[in-house]
């Protein structure tokens, strides 16, 4: 057998990763965009169900967590895993301006979207000069 092969059946590999794969808690990346009346998020985290998302407010910070998982077919034993379940994690403390019990949250294609209304009084408004 070459060294380039994978012995299955013997429960052996012949071929080993130069370095371990890292198997730590991911920080997804994320844009952040503004428009008059609210703050949105887009948050990156690729093989997320939407039904393992977590999005809680706690003393004005902002926490997203969520988790990656492949079910195997029953039948199937484990001979090698390189995209072992994945936990995505991130923080964010939120300003005063932002109204924390206003914020809303979509998931579709990997990507979280999360709209954080911004507080009326926070707005920026126009104020009128009087004369004289």
Do not use: C
């Not at 428009?35 to 902002?62: A, F, H, Q």
């Not at 039948?75 to 923080?91: G, I, M, S, W």
């Not at 979207?113 to 004289?132: D, Q």
Request: glycine share 4%; net charge negative.
């Amino acid at each position: 057998m070459s060294t380039d092969e994978l012995t299955v059946s013997g429960r052996k590999n012949e071929v080993q990763d130069a370095e371990p794969i890292r198997r730590y808690t991911t920080t997804p990346g994320v844009d952040i965009r503004e428009t008059p009346d609210r703050v949105v998020l887009y948050v990156d985290m690729p093989g997320v169900d939407e039904t393992s998302v977590e999005v809680m407010v706690e003393n004005r910070e902002l926490r997203i967590e969520a988790r990656t998982h492949v079910d195997p077919p029953r039948d199937h034993t484990l001979e090698r895993e390189e995209f072992p379940p994945r936990l995505y994690r991130r923080a964010f403390d939120l300003s005063d301006r932002m109204a924390t019990e206003g914020i809303k949250a979509r998931m579709a294609k990997g990507v979280l979207e999360l709209m954080l209304p911004i507080h009326e009084e926070a707005k920026p408004h126009r104020v009128s000069v009087e004369v004289g």
